[in-house]
């Protein structure tokens, strides 16, 4: 039992990175897209 | 503002009696000259039969698909029960089967894109046309300019209001009948130019095979060449405010001299 | 196997209305979405069922035309934003973690967020109904300069639309961060089942479409109210290109809303046909390709606008690219059926009627890809029949089976099958009944949108409208099964289904408040 919750702190720690990661490119490219649309069009 | 209100709700029980009446006339009137129409309207111009022979083509692909991909289907919900005694075979996939589905489908697509094509350009070539019609989209109403001959008009609905509100039975033409009719002639290349002065509408006789939108700002064109005299009728279709669904066309395709005896009229009145 | 709770700190479990507002449970969630779902659907629907009374014999009779378009437009972006995007996302927070073997979606509290903002966005929405000048009454489609000249509901509503629309980026990303991070140990993306793969795409898409409906709509209301002029001829703007990108957003919109029941029908039917469903691999791929040929085939929706000849035919191409991965698709399902043991419950009906009436719907939009004849069916009800065969056809039938295919997991309890049967019978006819004639309406010239037509299009509007009231009351049946479903019935096994295959199904039914707190293992 010692030896799963260990196991699932890894596994934890791991998914909790790999969660911010996801997230942070996710949320630049919807920015990034959004700001494309209005401001591709001043630009024109 | 009570008053009015009031005033509103007394005046409203003869009115349900006179729906009723107009609900029971139009139900009497539908069953009698029932239309049922299934299919475009007869085409009536050069564009207008391609583009129906065009659809009749897609259409019976698609049918043959269907019958061919249900038929199997349908074979299999019926042999392949368990209630039948039916056990799952093992297989999950072929690589041939799915080869073969990509490839039918290609080919199919390929057949239906070249006459596709060839009808796209033609309808697209407005050059060498004998005549040119303007036609500005208001709410709600039509403004037809004939640019080669000098003659301007609108055109709104000319169906009365008590038809619509059903207190008087619904003419023949209901809803799709102007005052000022356009007049086209047959036989002759009609350039027809699309625009707007408020917002989007879109110019659409389904008889004449074509149909573009009339946007503010731009010019757009389509061409007509009828080739059959008569009277054919359409809407505005795109959706352009609270009177959309009343502003129809009119348009009557007469013979060159007829047309000319009409533009010499237009001009003297 | 069995998830043990007892020695785990978080185990929050507040009670009553704090149980709902606070919660963080996938499950929880999950149930609030799709209960949401379903008043959007039902109140949707009765907009629907307003028009359709106006619409069932010529003349004016129920409403004005500016109420009338008010109800299309409402009635549309109700069944879009309400019912049938939010269904699917409450089905992926039930069902995601549970077949990917995670203990809850990958960041809760975004979750709660996603969908607390929900309702408040439906409510503005629906009160713009009761605002000076009514509600948005331009058509879904909000083509300016027409929802430039509405009153403040217009504001009302994109209002509503940025809200919905930040909660489905929310939704979006968090099923994303989940699917590609919280699967249990030994489950490749290959491995995945094909609900997630389908949700997992659908995420990718949601975050580039919708991003740009914000942006379409942020310069919708600039030009309302700070006198920018993006859209607006007379100040060098251009109203058509709102619409390009509108439709850029439009068009993966649809696939936003088939992909997912897509997916629902790739569990259900190898389920009923006891028989592994075939070609896997080319599923995937051939959702990935139809995902990818969304973004570029937008211009179709608007081939009536006067574009080149060279675009116009390069959009009628790739448009109809997209028959070929779709037409994979169902192939494969019916390859999957083909020689397997199959029998007819419920979800299964649903799946099978799915299946054939998209398929219809996917055949009209054949039609509807080929330019010349465009030119004909555009804006007409041939049109909204195409749309409604792939929308309710495709998506809600997919729901409806997917909700009848996991309730027994969820509540522990089997539904009716005989009242299931019938909602589904009555159902299928009653849309078949509704939308088909509509077919006929279109091809022979009745354009859409109008609130009054034209004397020989009488006979098959009436029917419609009476297929439309069918369609609406059989849905008791459904509201009357799933609440005594939850009140008791019979009780489910863990697997429920004789054909069940995957992690969900081996967890107790009803699951547990957590699951998978330690990840099981997959071979």
């Not at chain 2, 029980?13 to 069953?31: N, W």
């Not at chain 3, 709509?217 to 109203?239: E, K, Q, S, V």
């Not at chain 3, 075939?278 to 791929?285: D, P, Q």
Request: net charge neutral; with cysteine.
């Amino acid at each position: 039992m010692q030896q799963d919750r260990a196991n699932d702190d890894d596994v934890t720690d791991a998914r909790r990175s790999g969660v911010r990661k996801t997230v942070l490119v996710l949320v630049v490219f919807v920015v990034a897209v959004f700001a494309w649309t209005i401001f591709g069009r001043l630009i024109r | 503002m009570m008053l009015n209100r009031r005033r509103q709700t007394a005046g409203r029980v003869p009115d349900i009696a006179a729906r009723i009446a107009a609900v029971a006339a139009a139900l009497y009137a539908s069953v009698g000259h029932a239309e049922w129409a299934l299919n475009f309207q007869k085409p009536v111009t050069t564009i207008g039969h391609v583009q129906y022979d065009l659809h009749m083509l897609i259409l019976w692909v698609c049918c043959v698909i269907f019958v061919v991909v249900f038929g199997v289907m349908f074979y299999s919900l019926f042999a392949h029960r368990k209630s039948k005694g039916s056990t799952p075979a093992k297989f999950s996939h072929s690589t041939k089967a799915e080869v073969i589905w990509t490839i039918i489908p290609i080919v199919i697509l390929v057949t239906m894109a070249i006459p596709s094509t060839q009808a796209l350009i033609r309808m697209e070539d407005t050059t060498a046309s004998d005549m040119t019609l303007k036609v500005t989209g208001y709410q709600w109403k039509w403004r037809y300019e004939y640019l080669d001959h000098d003659v301007d008009f609108y055109s709104t609905l000319s169906t009365p209001r008590a038809q619509i509100e059903g207190t008087e039975p619904k003419g023949e033409n209901y809803l799709l009948e102007v005052d000022n009719h356009v007049v086209l002639p047959v036989g002759k290349k009609v350039r027809i130019l699309l625009t707007a002065a408020d917002v989007i509408h879109a110019w659409w006789v389904p008889a004449l095979g074509t149909k573009k939108d009339a946007i503010p700002g731009y010019v757009n064109e389509i061409w007509v060449y009828i080739e059959e005299p008569g009277t054919y009728r359409g809407q505005c279709a795109e959706l352009c405010g609270k009177d959309h669904g009343y502003m129809p066309i009119v348009v009557d395709a007469v013979s060159e001299e007829e047309f000319d005896a009409w533009v010499a009229g237009q001009k003297s009145g | 196997m069995t998830a043990t709770t007892a020695d785990h700190h978080d185990d929050h479990h507040p009670t009553g209305i704090k149980r709902w507002l606070f919660s963080t449970n996938h499950k929880d969630i999950g149930t609030l979405y799709l209960w949401f779902s379903f008043v959007m659907f039902i109140v949707g629907g009765l907009m629907a069922l307003v028009i359709r009374s106006e619409l069932f014999m010529p003349g004016l009779q129920v409403v004005d035309p500016h109420f009338f378009n008010q109800m299309t437009t409402v009635h549309a972006l109700v069944m879009l934003f309400g019912a049938a995007m939010p269904v699917f996302v409450g089905l992926a927070n039930w069902q995601l973690p549970l077949m990917i073997g995670a203990p809850d979606m990958a960041l809760p509290r975004l979750n709660n967020w996603s969908f607390w903002l929900l309702p408040p966005a439906a409510t503005l929405l629906l009160i713009s109904l009761f605002m000076p000048g009514g509600a948005p009454a331009a058509g879904w489609t909000i083509y300016p300069p027409l929802s430039v000249q509405g009153g403040m509901g217009v504001d009302f509503g994109i209002l509503a639309l940025h809200m919905m629309g930040i909660s489905s980026i929310m939704g979006s990303i968090n099923i994303i961060a989940t699917v590609m991070n919280m699967r249990a140990p030994g489950m490749t993306l290959l491995k995945m089942p094909m609900f997630v793969w389908t949700w997992l795409i659908t995420g990718f898409l949601l975050v580039t479409a919708i991003p740009v409906l914000a942006g379409a709509i942020t310069m919708l209301l600039t030009d309302r109210h700070f006198g920018t002029h993006f859209f607006d001829p007379a100040g060098g703007g251009d109203p058509v290109m709102f619409q390009h990108i509108f439709w850029f957003f439009g068009h993966p919109e649809v696939y936003i809303l088939i992909l997912p029941a897509f997916g629902v029908v790739s569990q259900i039917i190898p389920t009923f046909a006891r028989k592994p469903l075939f070609g896997y691999t080319s599923m995937v791929f051939a959702t990935a390709t139809i995902a990818f040929l969304s973004y570029i085939v937008w211009a179709h929706h608007m081939f009536t606008v006067g574009m080149p000849l060279t675009g116009e035919l390069y959009f009628m191409y790739a448009t109809m690219l997209i028959a070929i991965p779709t037409g994979v698709k169902i192939f494969n399902w019916v390859a999957t059926m083909w020689r397997g043991s199959m029998t007819y419950e419920t979800p299964m009906l649903y799946a099978i009627g799915m299946v054939f009436l998209f398929t219809i719907g996917g055949f009209s939009g054949l039609m509807l890809a080929v330019v010349p004849a465009d030119f004909q069916y555009h804006d007409t009800y041939f049109v909204v029949a195409h749309f409604h065969y792939v929308i309710f056809g495709g998506t809600i039938l997919g729901a409806l089976g997917a909700v009848y295919f996991w309730l027994p997991k969820w509540t522990g309890h089997m539904y009716n099958e005989t009242l299931g049967k019938w909602h589904f019978w009555l159902t299928v006819i009653g849309m078949n009944l509704t939308f088909f004639p509509q077919h006929f309406l279109g091809l022979a010239g009745m354009p859409r949108r109008i609130p009054d037509y034209a004397l020989q299009f009488t006979e098959f509007n009436m029917m419609s409208t009476v297929g439309a009231f069918l369609l609406g009351f059989s849905q008791i049946l459904f509201l009357t099964n799933v609440l005594r479903t939850i009140k008791g019935g019979e009780k489910a096994s863990d697997r429920v289904w004789e054909g069940s295959e995957g992690l969900e199904w081996t967890l107790p039914s009803p699951p547990p408040y957590h699951t998978f707190v330690t990840p099981p293992q997959v071979k």
